[in-house]
T-cell receptor, first 113, second 107 residues
Framework: NAGVMQNPRHLVRRRGQEARLRCSPM?????VYWYRQLPEEGLKFMVY????????ESGMPKERFSAEFPKEGPSILRIQQVVRGDSAAYFC???????????FGSGTRLTVV | DAKTTQPPSMDCAEGRAANLPCNHS???????VYWYRQIHSQGPQYIIH???NNETNEMASLIITEDRKSSTLILPHATLRDTAVYYC????????FGKGTRLHILP
């Protein structure tokens, strides 16, 4: 049973380009969460999704960031017109439900040049 | 904001038990206590969680006080590979990470 799969592991984008980060949850997990970790800082909650629904996006920046978890396929975190301040590690987690522990992926390291 | 208070750092000798405390005095009745750790820059790793009873698994034990206002994570025989930041989190939906405790295992 594979864990949470995130790809790519490393992503380099020039300022102004789009970044698409993918997350495949563990089998049987219908809840997906995205977190961001800036260099030398803690993990910040971004968004919580279930299949085809955004449940809580209180941690998402108001502009340029969006997330989806379609009926088929992985969850996608999309960052439009990236800026240097978007450089961070983005972690995805999945769970079977709210009271269960989360399983995290290895993260995507985004570098904006 | 995180609803827990943890010491910023702790040391523990290799082979000894590491006892990591956490205060969560505002915990509500339906909120669980979760522990995670992050080794260097890897993805966080789930350790254990509980509601009111003490819990034990292959990694650790979780001791929750009777009033549920504090808890202790116990790593019974710490190794160098247990060096990490340990996060104590309370909640019933999304997990909000605080600053955690940086645990150093000393050889």
């Amino acid at each position: 049973n594979a864990g949470v799969m995130q790809n790519p592991r490393h992503l380099v984008r020039r300022r102004g380009q789009e970044a698409r980060l993918r997350c495949s949850p563990m089998k049987g997990h219908s809840h997906v969460y995205w977190y961001r970790q800036l260099p030398e800082e803690g993990l910040k909650f971004m968004v919580y999704l279930q299949k085809e629904n955004i449940i809580d996006e209180s941690g998402m920046p108001k502009e340029r960031f969006s997330a989806e978890f379609p009926k088929e396929g992985p969850s996608i975190l999309r960052i439009q017109q990236v800026v240097r301040g978007d450089s961070a590690a983005y972690f995805c987690a999945s769970s079977r439900g709210q009271i269960y522990g989360y399983t995290f992926g290895s993260g995507t390291r985004l570098t904006v040049v | 904001d995180a609803k827990t208070t943890q010491p910023p750092s702790m040391d523990c000798a290799e082979g000894r038990a590491a006892n990591l405390p956490c205060n969560h005095s505002t915990i509500s009745g339906n909120e669980y206590v979760y522990w995670y750790r992050q080794i260097h820059s890897q993805g966080p790793q789930y350790i254990i969680h509980g509601l009111k009873n003490n819990e034990t698994n292959e990694m650790a034990s979780l001791i929750i006080t009777e009033d549920r206002k504090s808890s202790t994570l116990i790593l019974p025989h710490a190794t160098l590979r247990d060096t990490a930041v340990y996060y104590c989190i309370v909640g019933d939906d999304k997990i909000i990470f605080g600053k955690g405790t940086r645990l150093h295992i000393l050889p």
